[in-house]
């Protein structure tokens, strides 16, 4: 949930400003869940680099450079974040294409908003929504940035994300994420994508 900072006016009044913290994608959170963070970028791709970069895609791949990619190329396709794309997913490949640097809701949500000006159904994108969204967007690797008074705290709140998930998986036998053993590379970064997107339709229609 977004927090509240109190500051003293000019005239001595007080005012309440939202404060909306960072979010990165997290290699270490997705490894947690037993998610490839390198088939989940490749899976953002276009089709022809999914070809290319997922032929041989190891599992230990260089996540920078995967980012690195999607932020100046991937993310100039016109079909890359398109105005029906579920908000979670879309909250992802935001962060993607800005390579991984620390982004707030206000931020994804500015962007969206641009992004999103001249479609013919407007979407809720204001930054409480996209901070509704990121707090619960632990099935991507996306984790709140710490400041440092915090790291205590937000090792804390890892662990309850982490043990929330695995109840989730749990479940749901299993569901959320297919196999990805006797696939090729560019094949299980396609089930990838389609998993996210599927998933994120249904929880935004429940939440509807």
Known sequence: MNEAQTQQSDDGSEKVEQYFPQFVISQEQAVRLGR????????????????????????????????GHVATNSSNDPDYLLPDTPLKEAIFRVILANGNEAMTAEDISELLTERWAMTAYPRDVTPEVIQRLLESSYSYGIVRVAVPEDEEDEEIIVDVVYQAASNKVEETDGDEDDPEEGADAADEADTESEADATDESDEEASEE
Do not use: C, W
């Open 36 to 67: 490839s963070l390198p088939l989940m970028i490749v899976g953002r791709m276009s089709y022809t680099d999914k070809q290319t970069f997922g032929e041989n895609l190891e599992p230990d791949a260089d996540i920078q450079a995967l980012i």
